[in-house]
């Protein structure tokens, strides 16, 4: 019996370098290792130099390949450095995991415009930070190696309705949206752009929400079902970037299975 798994299948990402934001912990984290498991060149971005530190550690016991970039993504010339050095390093990312995030829920009748400016500063002017940085460099990947992938993250925010998650639900929705216009733009250069939008998956997401009731609803939410994993998002994120260059995933709703909405 012949087996028809070639080697490319086994590292589908060899000879890819991936930026990854949001890489200190939870999904971004996550996702790194299972990017350079999968073959990449993985460059971490976050703003705690220390998780990043020890993350690239890891990544390179198992035999990967990993730099770290202390950045806060909410500075734009911070972002462009960054981009800089991956090109100067890297010759370019050809794999981008925008999914740098905050979510910081409470009742519009509060007025916590400090947290509401947060949500805004990093899920949208954050994000398009570090598309402004990158963009080049996907673009002029794909051109010469015929794909690259732009991949956002969202959430099941983005289309479903939560009372006092409206700020952040809108910047989740500003995600989904913006990635759908940046696929019509950037697809006939061989860029894939893609929206991974998940329920709940536990990390350090839920530990910076201060409003009450919102974190009654997060804990009774445990009662009812099993929640994703990081891990979970990231054999997503490592799918979507290993399909063949023809075929783009453009919105990836991933759901705990008990989770109804
Ligand atoms: P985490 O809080 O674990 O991760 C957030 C990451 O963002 C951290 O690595 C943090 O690192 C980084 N970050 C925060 N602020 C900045 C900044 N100014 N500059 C650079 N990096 C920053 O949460 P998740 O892993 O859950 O979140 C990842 C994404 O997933 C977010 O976009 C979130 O909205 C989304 N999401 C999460 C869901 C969930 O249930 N967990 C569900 C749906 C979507 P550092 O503090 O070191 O800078």
């Given at each position: 019996?012949?087996?028809?798994?070639?080697?490319?299948?086994?590292?589908?990402?060899?000879?890819?370098?991936?930026?990854?934001?949001?890489?200190?912990?939870?999904?971004?984290?996550?996702?790194?290792?299972?990017?350079?498991?999968?073959?990449?060149?993985?460059?971490?971005?976050?703003?705690?130099?220390?998780?990043?530190?020890?993350?690239?550690?890891?990544?390179?016991?198992?035999?990967?390949?990993?730099?770290?970039?202390?950045?806060d993504?909410t500075d734009?010339a911070a972002?462009?450095?960054?981009?800089?050095?991956?090109?100067?390093?890297?010759?370019?990312?050809?794999?981008?995991?925008?999914?740098?995030?905050?979510?910081?829920?409470?009742?519009?009748?509060?007025?916590?415009?400090?947290?509401?400016?947060?949500?805004?500063?990093?899920?949208?002017?954050?994000?398009?930070?570090?598309?402004?940085?990158?963009?080049?460099?996907?673009?002029?990947?794909?051109?010469?190696?015929?794909?690259?992938?732009?991949?956002?993250?969202?959430?099941?925010?983005?289309?479903?309705?939560?009372?006092?998650?409206?700020?952040?639900?809108?910047?989740?929705?500003?995600?989904?949206?913006?990635?759908?216009?940046?696929?019509?733009?950037?697809?006939?250069?061989?860029?894939?752009?893609?929206?991974?939008?998940?329920?709940?998956?536990?990390?350090?997401?839920?530990?910076?929400?201060?409003?009450?009731?919102?974190?009654?609803?997060?804990?009774?939410?445990?009662?009812?079902?099993?929640?994703?994993?990081?891990?979970?998002?990231?054999?997503?994120?490592?799918?979507?970037?290993?399909?063949?260059?023809?075929?783009?995933?453009?919105?990836?709703?991933?759901?705990?299975?008990?989770?109804?909405?």
């Amino acid at each position: 019996m012949t087996t028809r798994t070639p080697h490319t299948f086994v590292r589908p990402l060899s000879g890819r370098v991936a930026v990854v934001t949001g890489a200190s912990s939870g999904i971004g984290e996550a996702t790194a290792e299972h990017l350079a498991a999968l073959g990449a060149r993985v460059v971490v971005l976050a703003r705690r130099a220390d998780r990043l530190e020890e993350l690239v550690a890891r990544i390179e016991k198992d035999g990967g390949h990993a730099t770290a970039l202390a950045v806060d993504v909410t500075d734009a010339a911070a972002v462009r450095a960054a981009a800089e050095r991956v090109a100067s390093a890297c010759g370019g990312a050809d794999l981008l995991f925008n999914n740098a995030g905050v979510m910081l829920p409470a009742p519009v009748e509060e007025l916590a415009t400090e947290q509401w400016q947060r949500q805004i500063d990093l899920n949208i002017t954050g994000l398009m930070n570090v598309i402004g940085a990158f963009t080049p460099q996907l673009v002029a990947a794909a051109a010469e190696r015929g794909v690259a992938d732009l991949v956002n993250t969202s959430s099941i925010a983005a289309q479903n309705i939560f009372p006092n998650f409206a700020v952040y639900s809108a910047t989740k929705a500003y995600v989904t949206h913006l990635s759908r216009h940046l696929r019509a733009e950037l697809g006939a250069k061989n860029v894939r752009v893609s929206a991974i939008e998940p329920g709940i998956v536990g990390t350090e997401l839920q530990s910076h929400v201060t409003d009450e009731g919102a974190l009654a609803w997060l804990e009774d939410s445990k009662a009812t079902m099993e929640w994703l994993t990081p891990e979970d998002v990231a054999q997503t994120v490592g799918f979507v970037a290993s399909l063949p260059a023809r075929a783009n995933l453009q919105q990836v709703t991933i759901m705990p299975t008990a989770q109804a909405g």
